[in-house]
Protein backbone atom coordinates (compact mmCIF):
# COMPACT_ATOMS: atom_id res chain seq x y z
CA UNK A 1 0.00 0.00 0.00
CA UNK A 2 2.51 2.97 0.76
CA UNK A 3 4.95 1.47 -2.00
CA UNK A 4 3.89 4.28 -4.55
CA UNK A 5 3.02 6.61 -1.95
CA UNK A 6 6.41 7.12 -0.79
CA UNK A 7 8.19 6.51 -4.19
CA UNK A 8 9.58 2.61 -3.98
CA UNK A 9 10.35 0.63 -6.92
CA UNK A 10 10.01 -2.36 -4.71
CA UNK A 11 9.18 -3.53 -1.22
CA UNK A 12 12.09 -2.52 0.54
CA UNK A 13 11.43 -5.09 3.55
CA UNK A 14 10.05 -8.38 2.08
CA UNK A 15 11.61 -11.52 3.94
CA UNK A 16 12.57 -13.59 1.11
CA UNK A 17 16.47 -14.03 0.94
CA UNK A 18 17.37 -12.09 -1.73
CA UNK A 19 20.67 -12.06 -2.41
CA UNK A 20 20.83 -8.32 -3.73
CA UNK A 21 19.46 -6.81 -0.42
CA UNK A 22 22.51 -8.72 1.84
CA UNK A 23 23.63 -6.39 4.16
CA UNK A 24 26.89 -6.93 5.12
CA UNK A 25 27.58 -6.02 8.65
CA UNK A 26 30.91 -6.95 10.51
CA UNK A 27 29.15 -10.27 11.66
CA UNK A 28 27.97 -11.09 8.19
CA UNK A 29 31.35 -10.28 6.49
CA UNK A 30 32.90 -12.08 9.44
CA UNK A 31 30.87 -14.94 8.33
CA UNK A 32 30.81 -15.38 4.96
CA UNK A 33 35.23 -14.55 4.76
CA UNK A 34 34.64 -17.99 6.80
CA UNK A 35 32.96 -19.62 4.04
CA UNK A 36 35.18 -18.32 1.39
CA UNK A 37 38.06 -19.51 3.31
CA UNK A 38 36.93 -23.04 4.44
CA UNK A 39 35.89 -23.98 0.76
CA UNK A 40 38.89 -22.22 -0.83
CA UNK A 41 41.15 -24.24 1.33
CA UNK A 42 39.29 -27.11 1.21
CA UNK A 43 38.54 -28.01 4.76
CA UNK A 44 36.15 -30.14 4.60
CA UNK A 45 33.82 -30.01 7.20
CA UNK A 46 32.35 -26.20 7.72
CA UNK A 47 29.97 -24.95 10.04
CA UNK A 48 27.98 -22.05 10.24
CA UNK A 49 25.43 -21.09 13.56
CA UNK A 50 22.49 -18.29 14.11
CA UNK A 51 19.38 -17.89 15.30
CA UNK A 52 16.55 -17.92 13.43
CA UNK A 53 15.85 -14.92 11.33
CA UNK A 54 19.56 -13.54 11.53
CA UNK A 55 20.25 -13.82 7.89
CA UNK A 56 22.04 -17.57 7.27
CA UNK A 57 19.88 -18.14 4.21
CA UNK A 58 20.41 -15.26 2.88
CA UNK A 59 24.31 -15.24 3.11
CA UNK A 60 24.06 -18.58 1.92
CA UNK A 61 22.47 -17.53 -1.58
CA UNK A 62 24.97 -14.63 -1.80
CA UNK A 63 28.16 -17.17 -0.83
CA UNK A 64 27.13 -19.35 -3.87
CA UNK A 65 26.31 -16.56 -6.18
CA UNK A 66 30.01 -15.71 -5.63
CA UNK A 67 31.60 -18.84 -6.38
CA UNK A 68 32.48 -19.57 -9.70
CA UNK A 69 30.21 -21.71 -12.07
CA UNK A 70 32.63 -22.64 -13.99
CA UNK A 71 34.72 -24.00 -11.19
CA UNK A 72 32.58 -25.14 -8.49
CA UNK A 73 29.43 -27.75 -8.49
CA UNK A 74 27.29 -26.96 -5.83
CA UNK A 75 24.21 -29.24 -4.25
CA UNK A 76 21.82 -27.18 -1.96
CA UNK A 77 19.69 -28.99 0.58
CA UNK A 78 16.66 -27.48 1.86
CA UNK A 79 14.72 -30.41 3.63
CA UNK A 80 16.79 -31.79 5.78
CA UNK A 81 14.50 -34.35 7.60
CA UNK A 82 14.83 -37.29 4.87
CA UNK A 83 16.77 -40.81 5.65
CA UNK A 84 20.44 -41.23 4.51
CA UNK A 85 18.87 -42.68 1.28
CA UNK A 86 17.16 -39.27 0.40
CA UNK A 87 20.00 -37.65 1.71
CA UNK A 88 22.37 -39.30 -0.80
CA UNK A 89 20.11 -39.35 -4.26
CA UNK A 90 18.97 -35.45 -2.89
CA UNK A 91 22.88 -34.60 -3.37
CA UNK A 92 23.44 -36.55 -7.34
CA UNK A 93 19.87 -34.65 -8.27
CA UNK A 94 21.52 -32.08 -7.29
CA UNK A 95 25.03 -32.53 -8.96
CA UNK A 96 22.73 -32.84 -11.86
CA UNK A 97 22.74 -36.65 -11.84
CA UNK A 98 19.33 -38.04 -13.48
CA UNK A 99 19.90 -41.87 -13.36
CA UNK A 100 20.28 -43.09 -9.63
CA UNK A 101 21.43 -45.95 -7.71
CA UNK A 102 18.46 -47.65 -6.05
CA UNK A 103 20.62 -49.38 -2.63
CA UNK A 104 22.82 -47.20 -0.17
CA UNK A 105 25.93 -48.71 -1.13
CA UNK A 106 25.22 -48.36 -4.87
CA UNK A 107 24.69 -44.77 -4.23
CA UNK A 108 27.28 -43.81 -1.94
CA UNK A 109 29.68 -45.77 -5.06
CA UNK A 110 27.87 -43.09 -7.62
CA UNK A 111 28.27 -40.10 -5.63
CA UNK A 112 32.37 -41.01 -5.49
CA UNK A 113 32.66 -42.07 -8.57
CA UNK A 114 30.63 -38.41 -9.73
CA UNK A 115 33.09 -36.59 -7.42
CA UNK A 116 36.14 -38.12 -8.45
CA UNK A 117 35.25 -37.43 -12.43
CA UNK A 118 34.56 -33.82 -11.68
CA UNK A 119 37.77 -33.40 -9.61
CA UNK A 120 39.40 -34.91 -12.56
CA UNK A 121 38.35 -32.15 -14.48
CA UNK A 122 39.41 -29.61 -12.24
CA UNK A 123 36.11 -28.70 -10.03
CA UNK A 124 35.23 -28.70 -6.65
CA UNK A 125 31.80 -29.88 -5.10
CA UNK A 126 30.38 -27.67 -2.18
CA UNK A 127 27.42 -29.84 -0.36
CA UNK A 128 25.42 -27.17 2.02
CA UNK A 129 23.03 -28.54 4.33
CA UNK A 130 20.41 -25.74 5.84
CA UNK A 131 18.70 -26.56 8.75
CA UNK A 132 21.20 -28.83 9.81
CA UNK A 133 19.81 -28.81 13.74
CA UNK A 134 17.16 -31.28 12.15
CA UNK A 135 19.54 -33.72 10.75
CA UNK A 136 19.23 -37.50 12.02
CA UNK A 137 22.03 -38.93 14.01
CA UNK A 138 21.82 -41.48 10.66
CA UNK A 139 22.01 -38.88 8.45
CA UNK A 140 25.30 -36.86 10.10
CA UNK A 141 26.74 -40.29 10.47
CA UNK A 142 26.20 -40.83 6.51
CA UNK A 143 28.00 -37.46 6.23
CA UNK A 144 30.46 -37.93 7.95
CA UNK A 145 31.52 -41.19 5.95
CA UNK A 146 31.10 -38.89 2.72
CA UNK A 147 33.66 -36.61 3.96
CA UNK A 148 36.04 -39.77 3.86
CA UNK A 149 35.81 -39.61 0.42
CA UNK A 150 39.07 -38.91 -1.11
CA UNK A 151 42.41 -38.76 -3.36
CA UNK A 152 45.69 -38.82 -2.26
CA UNK A 153 45.92 -34.84 -2.35
CA UNK A 154 42.27 -33.73 -1.51
CA UNK A 155 38.72 -34.04 -0.16
CA UNK A 156 36.06 -34.86 -2.42
CA UNK A 157 33.38 -32.90 -1.10
CA UNK A 158 33.49 -29.49 0.93
CA UNK A 159 30.60 -29.75 3.01
CA UNK A 160 28.71 -26.88 5.20
CA UNK A 161 26.72 -27.24 7.62
CA UNK A 162 24.59 -24.66 8.37
CA UNK A 163 21.68 -24.21 11.56
CA UNK A 164 20.08 -22.80 14.35
CA UNK A 165 21.87 -22.64 17.89
CA UNK A 166 20.79 -26.00 18.56
CA UNK A 167 23.05 -27.77 16.40
CA UNK A 168 25.63 -26.67 18.43
CA UNK A 169 24.22 -29.30 21.27
CA UNK A 170 22.96 -31.54 17.90
CA UNK A 171 27.08 -31.94 17.36
CA UNK A 172 28.05 -31.81 20.93
CA UNK A 173 26.69 -35.20 21.62
CA UNK A 174 29.47 -37.87 22.56
CA UNK A 175 28.06 -39.84 19.56
CA UNK A 176 28.73 -37.67 17.04
CA UNK A 177 32.75 -37.14 18.03
CA UNK A 178 34.25 -37.63 15.25
CA UNK A 179 31.92 -35.19 13.20
CA UNK A 180 33.09 -33.27 15.27
CA UNK A 181 36.43 -33.57 15.63
CA UNK A 182 36.61 -32.88 11.51
CA UNK A 183 34.85 -29.58 11.86
CA UNK A 184 37.65 -27.17 11.17
CA UNK A 185 35.81 -23.93 10.24
CA UNK A 186 33.17 -23.00 13.05
CA UNK A 187 31.52 -19.37 13.05
CA UNK A 188 28.21 -17.75 15.15
CA UNK A 189 26.51 -15.54 13.26
CA UNK A 190 25.00 -12.64 15.65
CA UNK A 191 21.72 -10.46 15.50
CA UNK A 192 22.78 -6.59 14.18
CA UNK A 193 24.05 -3.99 16.81
CA UNK A 194 22.06 -0.78 17.21
CA UNK A 195 24.35 0.70 14.59
CA UNK A 196 24.55 -1.99 12.43
CA UNK A 197 20.58 -2.08 12.39
CA UNK A 198 20.06 1.34 11.44
CA UNK A 199 23.19 0.80 8.24
CA UNK A 200 20.55 -2.36 7.57
CA UNK A 201 17.17 -0.34 7.30
CA UNK A 202 18.96 2.27 4.91
CA UNK A 203 20.57 -0.14 3.17
CA UNK A 204 17.01 -1.64 2.12
CA UNK A 205 15.61 1.24 1.21
CA UNK A 206 17.94 2.61 -0.70
CA UNK A 207 18.37 -0.30 -3.12
CA UNK A 208 14.54 -0.55 -2.59
CA UNK A 209 14.78 2.57 -4.67
CA UNK A 210 13.78 5.20 -1.76
CA UNK A 211 14.25 8.84 -2.12
CA UNK A 212 14.60 9.93 2.16
CA UNK A 213 11.10 9.08 2.56
CA UNK A 214 9.75 8.00 5.29
CA UNK A 215 12.73 8.73 7.82
CA UNK A 216 12.76 7.37 10.90
CA UNK A 217 13.39 8.92 14.23
CA UNK A 218 15.74 8.63 17.10
CA UNK A 219 13.66 6.88 19.04
CA UNK A 220 11.67 4.84 16.11
CA UNK A 221 15.20 3.33 15.99
CA UNK A 222 15.98 2.58 19.67
CA UNK A 223 12.30 0.96 19.77
CA UNK A 224 12.97 -1.00 16.71
CA UNK A 225 16.31 -2.61 18.11
CA UNK A 226 14.87 -3.04 21.49
CA UNK A 227 12.12 -4.93 19.77
CA UNK A 228 13.85 -6.76 17.18
CA UNK A 229 16.63 -7.53 19.37
CA UNK A 230 18.87 -6.62 15.84
CA UNK A 231 17.41 -10.01 14.24
CA UNK A 232 16.92 -9.08 10.77
CA UNK A 233 13.66 -11.31 9.93
CA UNK A 234 11.64 -9.34 12.80
CA UNK A 235 13.49 -5.76 11.84
CA UNK A 236 11.95 -5.95 8.40
CA UNK A 237 8.36 -7.54 10.01
CA UNK A 238 8.44 -4.17 12.28
CA UNK A 239 9.59 -2.26 9.62
CA UNK A 240 7.01 -3.21 7.26
CA UNK A 241 3.95 -2.41 9.83
CA UNK A 242 5.73 0.80 11.11
CA UNK A 243 5.81 2.36 7.82
CA UNK A 244 2.20 0.88 7.21
CA UNK A 245 1.43 2.96 10.02
CA UNK A 246 3.10 5.81 8.94
CA UNK A 247 1.32 5.94 5.33
CA UNK A 248 -2.00 5.69 7.01
CA UNK A 249 -0.82 9.06 8.62
CA UNK A 250 0.16 10.07 5.52
CA UNK A 251 3.80 11.31 7.30
CA UNK A 252 6.83 10.97 6.13
CA UNK A 253 7.98 10.27 9.19
CA UNK A 254 7.90 6.98 10.81
CA UNK A 255 7.70 7.45 15.01
CA UNK A 256 8.12 5.72 17.92
CA UNK A 257 4.58 5.38 17.96
CA UNK A 258 4.54 3.75 14.61
CA UNK A 259 7.23 1.45 16.08
CA UNK A 260 5.53 0.50 19.10
CA UNK A 261 2.19 -0.19 16.98
CA UNK A 262 3.98 -2.72 14.69
CA UNK A 263 5.35 -4.55 17.90
CA UNK A 264 2.38 -4.79 19.76
CA UNK A 265 0.43 -5.92 16.28
CA UNK A 266 3.25 -8.98 16.04
CA UNK A 267 3.26 -9.58 19.91
CA UNK A 268 -0.36 -9.88 19.14
CA UNK A 269 -0.03 -12.47 16.62
CA UNK A 270 2.31 -14.62 18.39
CA UNK A 271 0.18 -14.72 21.14
Not at 44 to 73: M, Q, S, W
Request: aromatic share 8%.
Amino acid sequence: MYQSFYGFREMPFNITPDPRFLYLSPTHQEALQHLKYGVREKKGFIVLVGEVGCGKTTLCRRFLNELDPAHFDTALILNPRITETQMLKAILTELGETKLARSQNDLVAQINRVLLERIEKGRDIVLIIDEAQNLSFEVLEQIRLLSNLETDKQKLLQIVLMGQPELKDVLAKEELRQLRQRILVHYELHPLAATDMDHYIQHRLSLAGGSGRPSFTKWALRALHRGSGGIPRIVNNLCDKAMLSSFIRESDEVTYWDVRRAIRDMKNLTN
